[in-house]
């Protein structure tokens, strides 16, 4: 398995490279791979930082080949109560997402829906044990797994 980072930020790419990771500096709404070249993405707390995903999400599908996966961490509407990792405390947030945003957001990207899950991840044992609970009511996050479908 080759996995290879990707982010438009100088600082992550030294960082990455520092510690000898494979890592492309580059652009969500113009990634530098092939047609059909990747199995999977992985997206995590990307969306909400972008007023409009649907140039992220079409690139995606364009470098996927057909049958790829794409998994999104998204914050969910929930994570703007909490107190810890609120969504507002990052001023580049631009709006958490709902189930439904979600799901919505990915089939208009041309992605099959496998599941929509939401957690609570926490730094210490107690943290994720009430993080396992709160996240069958208010979870923080969401985890979305979709397959290109075309």
């Not at 790419?13 to 992985?42: E, H, K, M, N, T």
Request: proline share 5%; glycine share 10%; aromatic share 8%.
């Amino acid at each position: 398995m080759e996995v290879l980072g990707l982010d438009n930020n100088p600082v992550a790419a030294r960082i990455c490279r520092g510690q000898g990771l494979p890592f492309v500096l580059g652009d969500v709404a113009s990634l530098p791979f092939a047609s059909g070249s990747l199995d999977v993405v992985r997206a995590k707390e990307i969306i909400e930082h972008l007023s409009d995903a649907s140039t992220m999400l079409e690139e995606i599908h364009r470098v996927l080949r057909r049958g790829g996966l794409f998994l999104a961490h998204v914050p969910s509407q929930f994570s703007t109560i909490y107190p810890v990792g609120n969504f507002w405390d990052d001023y580049t947030h631009v709006r958490p997402l709902s189930r439904l945003g979600v799901k919505r957001l990915l089939e208009d990207g041309g992605f099959q829906l496998i599941f929509i899950r939401g957690y609570t991840a926490g730094r210490s044992a107690w943290e994720r044990l009430a993080g396992r609970v709160l996240s069958l009511v208010l979870p923080h996050t969401w985890l979305a797994v979709a397959r290109k479908s075309a």
